[in-house]
T-cell receptor
Framework: QKEVEQDPGPLSVPEGAIVSLNCTYS??????FMWYRQYSRKGPELLMY????GNKEDGRFTAQVDKSSKYISLFIRDSQPSDSATYLC???????????FGTGTRLTIIP | GAGVSQSPSNKVTEKGKDVELRCDPI?????LYWYRQSLGQGLEFLIY????????KSGLPSDRFSAERTGGSVSTLTIQRTQQEDSAVYLC????????????FGPGTRLTVT
């Protein structure tokens, strides 16, 4: 079993819809949680990060972590065609620099 | 400023040959990471360098893989006697002191072993 599980999709939604992307993890030592966006043939870029449980909002993006259920989410409001990309969740233990990634969810926003 | 750069962008090699992949981190970043991204597998950690400390090699899949970082800057990932299962995108990332949750990634090197 992988330490971080993520539904690979693909996921297609119409423009303007709310998108919900999710990951689960198994190791309770993970303390830092991140979402990366990766466009085709590009490296991942950091979108959001959170420490421990809670919500964090940045514009149209909201990251949510529930450590009790080991569940992390990314919500995208008012989705745009430019949001079409692969979204990767990542986790990190305290004092350890290695990131553990989910497999990524491929998202397409249909105009 | 300039981001993380990697070269070559694409590499096709025959099974059994050695390959070298290069990473130039962001200037001033003391930490450097190598990951491998295979289809359907997500990003897999390979190795991590931090300053002059001994690297964390815990993710290297076999002794055919090695990496070095010269002068605390440029890094080279070497794969000896390549196998078809080594085909993947190899990504390099760097981060600055105090900003270790934010790793900045390069565009990757797409390696194809025939």
């Amino acid at each position: 079993q992988k330490e971080v599980e993520q539904d690979p999709g693909p996921l297609s939604v119409p423009e303007g819809a709310i998108v919900s992307l999710n990951c689960t993890y198994s190791n309770s030592a993970f303390q830092y949680f991140m979402w990366y966006r990766q466009y085709s043939r590009k490296g991942p870029e950091l979108l959001m990060y959170t420490y421990s449980s809670g919500n964090k909002e940045d514009g149209r993006f909201t990251a949510q972590v529930d450590k009790s259920s080991k569940y992390i989410s990314l919500f995208i409001r008012d989705s745009q065609p430019s949001d079409s990309a692969t979204y990767l969740c990542a986790t990190k233990k305290g004092g350890n620099e290695k990131l553990t990634f989910g497999t990524g969810t491929r998202l397409t926003i249909i105009p | 400023g300039a981001g993380v750069s990697q070269s070559p962008s694409n590499k096709v090699t025959e099974k059994g040959k050695d390959v070298e992949l290069r990473c130039d981190p962001i200037s001033g970043h003391t930490a450097l990471y190598w990951y491998r991204q295979s289809l359907g597998q997500g990003l897999e950690f390979l190795i991590y360098f931090q300053g002059n400390s001994a690297p964390d090699k815990s993710g290297l899949p076999s002794d055919r893989f090695s990496a070095e970082r010269t002068g605390g800057s440029v890094s080279t990932l070497t794969i000896q006697r390549t196998q078809q299962e080594d085909s993947a995108v190899y990504l390099c990332a760097s981060s600055s002191p105090g900003g270790r949750y934010e790793q900045y990634f390069g565009p990757g090197t797409r390696l194809t072993v025939t």
